[in-house]
């Protein structure tokens, strides 16, 4: 007991004084926690797609601009060569993004001449219009032609010169101005790096029908959820407990081993999702226990279920109904 | 072959020539220009050594403008090769001021790098951007940048 209490305490003071140093102080200008999440699908210079959520678990660097652009854009990807360099081997963990502006003469040739100039890890999108325009807007990017010379090609473009980072989750978290020390984005890059960052999502996820409780008998109907339940971050999360509108009270279950019999015992301390791992919750395993149906639960349909974890939050997601 | 020796022989010269009046060149730097240049004399043959009309001054002034618009962010605003991009770069953007680099190439071939670029560097061919007209007036403008130390 003594001891325990001793622990509380400590975890008490490391829990206030991470407090004062957790937030991060950010270079750049922070976004907003609600802004909507990104994601789009483009070519690179390989001519292979390119899909922002594809690989979760690395900081990505963004800018918009062109291979004709006379200043800011190599600009930019010469500071990109500085920031690689200064990142040493954390920069395997960084992707840096080049989006053209220019569709109409950037392709993805072209591309590639350009940026083998700065760095073989540089990626550079292409896209049609109809591609690109959506991802101009979610970055707020402006863009606006100049005409040069008199050719049909003769122009330059005007454009949104903010560097973008999104952190190992994909979302969009700081800004920058063009001209920020290459520093200053390395400081960031750092602290996103560092960021614990479970990705959890769920699949699978079913039951088996069931009838509602008589009137009166509140323990008297149960039904079990089953999923799987995926980490793709890498840091580990931990399943704490869950709830549904159907049900008067909802657990998480586990199968023990007592002697040589399987019991099923609630668990109190919630369940951990290891790091780039997965927990299988399926009959005669880990399961959520649906206590006190309200209503019946009809092959077919499908109900909200919401989970909560302790860092990733709460997540709804819907199960199934249906036979095992 | 022979006119290969005998033009790598005539820049050499040149260049010990002006090495005590301007900047030396480097001269990893040069015999990349020799290449460059031994690749344009191929490409032009035997228009690699004709001559280009001096610039009017209306062609000057637009090539002035495009300079800025479209070169000065490498070469400099002065054509010096110290423009605020240049710092970043992996190669050094070339300087128009200088007497010695001005000569190594002929002007049809600092034609054809504006028009072509160079392959494998920062120098990107304006072809597709700008007008043949352009392109003259850009190189008119870049062929009055050289500074004369005499």
């Known amino acids: 007991m003594k001891h325990s209490v001793k622990i509380f305490a400590i975890a008490l003071l490391v829990a206030f004084s991470s407090c004062n140093t957790s937030t991060p102080s950010f270079k750049g200008t922070e976004m907003p926690a609600d802004i909507p999440g990104i994601d789009f699908t483009l070519t690179d210079q390989n001519l292979q797609p390119f899909t922002l959520s594809e690989r979760r678990g690395e900081v990505t660097l963004i800018f918009f601009g062109f291979t004709y652009c006379p200043d800011v854009c190599p600009l930019t990807l010469s500071n990109w060569k500085r920031i690689e360099e200064a990142l040493g081997a954390d920069a395997a963990r960084v992707r840096f993004v080049y989006i053209t502006v220019d569709p109409e003469r950037d392709s993805p040739n072209k591309m590639r001449e350009h940026l083998a100039i700065f760095s073989p890890n540089f990626i550079g999108l292409t896209g049609t219009l109809e591609e690109l325009l959506p991802v101009y807007s979610a970055f707020g990017v402006y863009r606006e032609k100049e005409q040069v010379s008199e050719s049909a090609a003769g122009y330059i473009i005007n454009h949104t010169a903010r560097l973008f980072l999104l952190d190992r989750s994909g979302r969009w978290r700081l800004s920058f101005a063009q001209e920020s020390p290459a520093e200053d984005v390395v400081h960031d890059i750092r602290l996103l790096l560092n960021e614990k960052s479970p990705q959890i999502s769920v699949e699978n996820i079913w039951s088996w029908p069931a009838h509602a409780a008589a009137n009166g008998d509140k323990m008297g109907s149960t039904a079990a959820v089953f999923m799987t339940v995926i980490n793709r971050g890498s840091a580990a999360d931990r399943l704490l407990s869950a709830y549904s509108e159907t049900a008067e009270t909802v657990e998480i279950h586990e199968t023990v081993m007592v002697g040589d019999r399987m019991k099923m015992q609630r668990v109190t301390d919630g369940i951990e999702i290891p790091a780039r791992g997965q927990i299988e919750f399926k009959p005669r395993g880990h399961h959520i226990m649906l206590i006190g149906l309200k209503r019946d639960l009809q092959p077919g349909e499908r109900f909200p279920l919401v989970l909560e974890f302790e860092k990733s939050g709460n997540l709804t997601v819907e199960s199934e109904v249906r036979e095992p | ?150």
């Open chain 2, 1 to 150: 072959m022979k006119s290969l020796l005998l033009s790598s022989g005539v820049v050499f010269l040149l260049v010990s020539c002006y090495q005590q009046q301007s900047q030396p060149i480097d001269p990893q730097r040069l015999s990349h220009m020799m290449e460059i240049r031994q690749r344009l004399e191929k490409e032009l043959g035997e228009r690699y050594d004709h001559p280009v009309a001096a610039a009017s001054d209306s062609q000057l002034q637009r090539g002035q403008k495009l300079f800025i618009q479209l070169c000065a962010g490498c070469h400099g605003p002065r054509g010096d090769g110290k423009g605020h991009v240049a710092e970043g770069l992996a190669g050094h953007p070339s300087d128009f001021t200088n007497p010695v680099a001005a000569t190594i190439y002929s002007e049809q071939a600092r034609l054809q790098i504006i028009r072509k670029g160079v392959p494998g560097t920062p120098m990107m061919g304006w072809e597709n951007v700008l007008t043949e007209e352009d392109v003259l007036a850009v190189y008119g403008y870049v062929r009055s940048l050289v500074v004369s130390k005499k």
